[in-house]
């Protein structure tokens, strides 16, 4: 079983920058493949960024690729999502999931799901 726990969400002008953390509890935190997906109001759940397990490998959306980033820190059971040049339309809340599988994790079928963080981008 993990928990996740998202931070570091709120109100930022367009432009701004914002760093998201998921800090996972658990053991096998370095096994699992990460992902960060995010949900406007009305709109379907989204996939924003994935990195597996090591760290080597990253994928983003077209949307926010060249202006986000996501990484990992095993040592401290945390992923985080570094953003840049926030944009009105990056607004939504942001989840966090973790599984063994990166496939099913960019899929947005990961075993486990944080309960997500706002960020508002104010034009």
């Known amino acids: 079983q993990v928990q996740l726990v998202e931070s570091g969400g709120g109100l930022v002008q367009t432009g701004g920058s914002l760093r998201l953390s998921c800090a996972a509890s658990?053991?096998?935190?370095?096994?699992?493949?990460m992902g960060w997906f995010r949900q406007a109001p009305g709109k379907e759940r989204e996939f924003v960024a994935s990195?597996?397990?090591?760290?080597?490998?990253?994928r983003y959306a077209d949307s926010v690729k060249g202006r986000f980033a996501i990484s990992r820190d095993n040592a401290k059971n945390t992923v985080y999502l570094q953003m840049n040049s926030l944009k009105p339309e990056d607004t939504a809340v942001y989840y966090c999931?973790?599984?063994?599988?990166?496939?099913?994790?960019?899929?947005?079928?990961?075993?486990?799901w944080g309960q997500g963080t706002q960020v508002t981008v104010s034009s």
């Open positions: 658990g053991r096998t935190f370095s096994s699992y493949a």
């Open positions: 999931a973790a599984g063994f599988r990166l496939s099913h994790v960019v899929a947005g079928s990961a075993a486990y």
């Open positions: 990195i597996d397990w090591s760290g080597d490998n990253t």
